[in-house]
């Protein structure tokens, strides 16, 4: 959680699918979302006491690696991460980066990777709730019948990615 008087990073980055708004701390980076999507997480930071300052050297890595994965040249982001949830929600987003490019997971096999082989709707949940979208790729996991089930950023974008993994598309 938030330190009280921390100091949160904010970075503004255009990509092919919009405006994303980067924020990280000392620690790393915490947040990768869509510019529209990026308010709970920083509205919690200014109730918890933070400063938000421009730039920061984590969050300009972060764009640059962004840069080159939408360009076809990255498949491995290896920006410092600074992932703020419970334990469970961690555990989920560790096994989100074992996923490797181009490849997809269903809900059900992350349950099973994590040891709980029961709990894909809670895993759908932590799924969800990810906040380093893109670089923890949520959009990799789909629905046990290969659907592109929800996505916080918008099934469009979800679309978009895994056709970007796939080959498919080039959106640079």
């Known amino acids: 959680m938030a330190t009280t008087g921390e100091t949160i990073f904010v970075h503004r980055c255009e990509t092919p699918l919009g405006v994303y708004v980067l924020a990280s701390s000392a620690t790393g980076l915490a947040c ?13 930071w200014a109730r918890d006491g933070s400063r938000f300052e421009e730039g920061g050297e984590c969050n300009l890595r972060a764009a640059e690696q962004l840069d080159a994965y ?25 096994a989100l980066l074992s996923i490797p490019y181009g490849e997809t997971r269903s809900y059900g096999a992350i349950a099973a990777a994590i040891g709980l082989p029961s709990a894909s709707r809670a895993v759908g949940a932590a799924n969800g709730s990810n906040p380093v979208s893109i670089i923890v790729p949520c959009h990799r996991v789909i629905g046990a ?4 089930t929800g996505y916080g ?9 895994l056709a970007l993994e796939s080959g498919a598309a080039r959106l640079l």
């Not at 990768?32 to 919690?44: A, F, G, I, N, S």
């Not at 939408?70 to 560790?94: I, S």
């Open 153 to 161: 950023g918008g099934v469009h974008r979800k679309d978009a990615l």
């Open 70 to 94: 939408f360009a076809g040249e990255l498949t491995d982001f290896d920006v410092p991460l600074d992932m703020r949830g419970t334990p469970f929600q961690r555990q989920v987003w560790e």
């Open 32 to 44: 990768v979302k869509p510019e529209d999507q990026r308010r709970p997480d920083l509205d919690r």
């Open 145 to 148: 019948n290969g659907r592109l």
